[in-house]
Structure formats: C-alpha cells, structure tokens
C-alpha cells in the first residue's frame, strides 16, 4: 500500500478505529500507524486477526491497543474506553468505521442498532477522551448517503436506510461538538470492492458488483478507500463536512 499521509505527520496522536481487525478499518489502522499515530483496533469476534494487525504496526515503533467490543453492548462499550483512558489518557482520532446488517441470524432491528444507535453510543461515550482539536469520521457509502434520492438495490436498502438514520443523528450532535473544539467529517465512498457487504449483495444478487462497477467506470478497492479515510483524519473539512470519495454522477 502507498502511504497517503505523510510520516510522521500523526506522531503523537491517538486514533481509535472501529471495526478494525479486517478490511477497510485494518487498512485504515496501518495508514495512520505509518503516519505515527498510536492505534487501537477493536473487533467484535477477530481477536487472531486484531493481535497479527497489532503485532505489524508495532512493528512502525507506535503503540497499539487491541479491545474487543462489541458496539451495540453499552456495557462492553464502556469497558473498551476506560481501557483507552487508561492506557493512553485520552482520544485524537475517532473513526467511526464500524457497520453491518446483511448479516444472517440477526434480528431485524440490528442494522438500525448497529448503523445509527451504536454509532451515536460510540460518539457520545468518547466524549470526555476527545480534547479540543480531535476529529471524528464517520464511514458511509454513497448508496446510503444518497438513499433519500437515489434508489439502491433492494437487497441493501435496509442497510442503506440504517446507514442514512446513522449519520442523520452524527451530524444532529454537530453543534455540542463544535463547541468542545472536536471537528467531524462523514467520508463517502461507492460500493467497495473485496469487502464483506460487497460479497454479501454479490451472493444475494449475483452480478451486482459488477453492474455497479461497469455503471461507475471503477470501484474502489479496500486499501484506496482507506487511504481516503485515513486522509480525511487530517485534511481541511470540507463546508458540508462530507468528503465525497470517487464517481458521483449516478447519485447527484
């Protein structure tokens, strides 16, 4: 992978990413560990996978943290930062990466607990770790940032809508975050190629990746879109605190 911020540009800095053992939050994680930030992953059930990712951003001379939490237990949320509080004192970075629904055996309200409820719990119960001069991100897709005015495939429009209900009550808290000096940024990206949803929809609705990816021109894969994610935790935010991440034309 390239390395999208500059070295030593995050030196001193604490980031927590959700959902961070696999994927776009691993990625993520190793982007600002080459940066110099000290990282904790969290995952919910890949504890292997979180302790090999720790073990390589080490590697870089950062610390890093590896907690298991699940995001839609209060309690175990709660645990997760008072391990941070006391081993590294406090937050710079929070990103909100963390998401799901389309997985089989849950109830039906989970995407909505996990996609809006949970992200708020998480956000507000960073609080008192974020200092003035913190940022938090928050990831989305395009098709539920848009999903108000641009239908998406029938078998993600719950998750789409959960998304969407998610970020509607981020940006509500927008003004208590503002006046704490903590700045936030909603990242938006198309459908992702090699991630879980991106399998889930392809099992669900064989060729619909590739349908998106023709209608697109390109689909960005997990590293790139890290690379965005990673570059959103230092970049000027944008007036609309949203960062758009490649083709818009099918949305807007």
Known sequence: MSQPLAPGSLAGKRALVTGSSRG???DTVRYLAEAGADV???FRNKAPRAEKLAAQVRELGVRALVIGADLTDADSVGTMYAEIEREFGGLDILVLNASGGM???MG???ALLLNRDAQVGALQRALPLLDAGSRVVFVTSHQAHFIRTTP???EYEPVALSKRAGEDALRELIPDLTDRGIEFVVVSGDMIEGTI???LLERANPGAIASRRESAGK???VGEFAAEIARATID???ADNTRLVGDTSDFI
């Open 24 to 26: 776009i939050g691993a």
């Open 40 to 42: 904790v992953i969290n």
């Open 103 to 105: 997985e089989s055996g």
């Open 108 to 110: 039906e309200d989970y």
């Open 152 to 154: 998406t495939m029938a």
């Open 197 to 199: 949803t991106a399998t």
């Open 219 to 221: 689909l960005y894969n």
């Open 236 to 238: 000027p935010i944008p």
